[in-house]
């Protein structure tokens, strides 16, 4: 009986995003651009960053 060989992925694909949003209706933001870098989803990262304080982002 042959031993099975182990499948190991050590990497993985990436592919980095520089992103931008505002938020509208927020005057004391207003004028000001959030700029960030990630390497999930732009709309994953922009959620994380607003759902909590229920701020509606404009991705630009």
């Known amino acids: 009986m042959a031993m099975q060989t ?17 938020t509208p209706g927020i005057t004391y933001h207003e004028g000001y651009t959030k700029i960030g870098y990630t390497e999930q989803k732009v709309e994953d990262r922009v959620y994380q960053q607003t759902h909590t304080a229920g701020v509606k982002a404009k991705i630009e």
Do not use: E, G, W
């Not at 990497?11 to 520089?18: Q, R, T, Y």
């Open 6 to 22: 182990p499948n190991i992925k050590t990497s993985k694909d990436v592919v980095p995003m520089i992103y931008a949003y505002t």
